[in-house]
């Protein structure tokens, strides 16, 4: 079955550093990947969507200069969190939609990152 | 604007007997309905979803759920609990037929032996 995977699992960081999160396809090409925060015992909250070769977008109240999220490939979306404070310390998810198929119903979820900002 | 909730923060019942995890949304027009099951150190996993077809769904594993307009309801049901199935559970919507996601807030299952 169709796979996704995040690197890393787990991250430890300085205030006032950046972190960088991948997320990748293993066995199939996604044109669109999406990035999900998900606070202790909450919901998932849709970040941005990220689709291969353009520009992402963000969901309102997102900063996009503060969370960075580039699609270069088409198995490949990285979300960078820029000089990273206490406060941005969460599980980082990221999902992929097959390049073939409508994105809702086939989307395919990492297994999350999660982000500790000291 | 489309939103879900989800009743029960948690559910406990003992292995072999039903297992029902409420979910009722809120769309101004029949909107597309999913369960999604997250195990520890797992990605979320599609359990069923609905788009406008039959309404009741049966999805992998065992479990099923029913739209009721009426009822603007979407509850996940499972006729006999496994111990596999200790997990918590999101129930979503999607959003204005743009493929972007709205979750509950989950529910976790625990199952007692």
């Known amino acids: 079955g169709a796979v996704v995977s995040q690197h890393p699992s787990w991250v430890i960081c300085k205030s006032g550093t950046s972190v960088k999160i991948e997320c990748r396809s293993l066995d199939f090409q996604a044109t669109t990947m999406f990035w999900y925060r998900q606070f202790p015992k909450q919901s998932l909250m849709l970040m941005a969507t990220?689709?291969?070769?353009?520009?992402?977008?963000?969901e309102q109240g997102v900063e996009k200069d503060k969370f960075l999220i580039n699609h270069a490939s088409l198995t490949l979306s990285t979300l960078t969190v820029t000089s990273a404070h206490p406060e941005d310390s969460s599980f980082y998810i990221c999902?992929?939609?097959?390049?073939?198929?409508?994105?809702?119903?086939?989307?395919?979820f990492g297994p999350g990152t999660r982000l500790t900002v000291l | 604007a489309q939103s879900v909730t989800q009743l029960d923060s948690h559910v406990s019942v003992s292995e072999g007997t039903p297992v029902l995890l409420r979910c009722n949304y809120s769309s101004s027009y029949s909107p597309s309905l999913f369960w999604y099951v997250q195990h520890p150190n797992k990605g979320l996993q599609l359990l069923l979803k609905y788009t406008s077809a039959a309404t009741l769904v049966k999805g992998i594993n065992g479990f099923e759920a029913e739209f009721k307009k009426s009822e603007t309801s979407f509850h996940l049901t499972k006729p006999s609990a496994h111990m596999s199935d200790a997990a918590e559970y999101f129930c979503?919507?999607?959003?204005?037929?743009?493929?972007?996601?709205?979750f509950g807030s989950g529910t976790r299952l625990l199952v007692r032996p």
């Open positions: 999902s992929a939609a097959p390049a073939t198929s409508g994105a809702t119903d086939t989307q395919y």
């Open positions: 979503a919507v999607e959003r204005d037929s743009s493929y972007k996601l709205i």
């Open positions: 990220s689709n291969e070769g353009s520009k992402a977008t963000y």
